[in-house]
């Protein structure tokens, strides 16, 4: 399976932006659904956002109106633009590269295939 790898993480102050990137290896992944997730001290890692191999992207309602889910099939890459951000936001996130996305309830499941992930902190 894919073993995807994410940058872009870092300390930012309450309000500021970041980017991350997640790249993966491997062939097809212009097929593949792709999804970020996160996982803050002591809590389980929880769905971000996902985009299908055709453009559909959906959001956890936490961050909904304020990331931004893309890919860039030329180059094997997924991004997460994190705007507004805020101390709640803090979590190392992960993405996700072949799982399934279900068309009815817009549900993902990823596969079981995870990086190091990149640790993003805001600071109030």
């Known amino acids: 399976q894919v073993q995807p790898v994410e940058s872009g993480g870092g300390l930012v102050q309450v309000g500021e932006t970041l980017r991350l990137s997640c790249a993966a290896s491997?062939?097809?992944?212009?097929?593949?659904?792709l999804a970020w997730y996160r996982q803050a001290p002591g809590s389980q890692r929880e769905f971000v956002a996902t985009i299908s191999r055709d453009g559909r992207t959906k959001y956890a309602d936490s961050v909904k109106g304020r990331f931004t889910i893309s890919r860039d099939n030329s180059k094997n890459t997924v991004h997460l633009q994190m705007n507004s951000l805020n101390p709640e936001d803090t979590a190392v996130y992960f993405c996700?590269?072949?799982?399934?996305?279900?068309?009815?309830?817009?549900?993902?499941?990823?596969?079981?295939?995870w990086g190091q992930g990149t640790q993003v902190t805001v600071s109030a």
């Open positions: 491997g062939n097809g992944f212009s097929r593949k659904t």
């Open positions: 996700n590269v072949g799982g399934t996305l279900l068309p009815d309830s817009g549900r993902y499941y990823p596969v079981p295939s």
